[in-house]
């Protein structure tokens, strides 16, 4: 069973920065790739940043050049910097583990509130 642990949400004026940590039980080189998703109330989840075994890293328009996706091999771990946060980005954040075969693994996700 794979457990992710998320950390780091919270409240935080617009124009502020956040940084979101992910915690996997498992080697996350196992998998295909890990990412981060939102959702807003009355929204559908959205998918926001995700970073592959190899490095490579893709991004939402709406977040790209503000927010920046890491990891840490050694610990398992996948962070979220997100820097010149607005109102919208306002929404509960799900890490993703995405296997190459097989159902993604989530989170149970962390509450991200911009206030404007």
């Known amino acids: 069973q794979v457990h992710l642990v998320e950390s780091g949400g919270g409240l935080v004026q617009a124009g502020g920065s956040l940084r979101l940590s992910c915690a996997a039980s498992?080697?996350?080189?196992?998998?295909?790739?890990m990412g981060w998703y939102r959702q807003a109330p009355g929204k559908e989840r959205e998918f926001v940043a995700r970073?592959?075994?190899?490095?490579?890293?893709d991004y939402a328009g709406s977040v790209k050049g503000r927010f920046t996706i890491s990891r840490d091999s050694a610990k398992n771990t996948v962070s979220l910097q997100m820097n010149s946060l607005r109102s919208e980005d306002t929404a509960a954040y799900y890490c993703?583990?995405?296997?190459?075969?097989?159902?993604?693994?989530w989170g149970q996700g962390t509450q991200v509130t911009v206030s404007s």
């Open positions: 498992i080697n996350i080189f196992r998998f295909d790739y």
């Open positions: 970073i592959t075994t190899s490095g490579s890293t």
């Open positions: 993703n583990l995405h296997p190459y075969t097989g159902v993604d693994f």
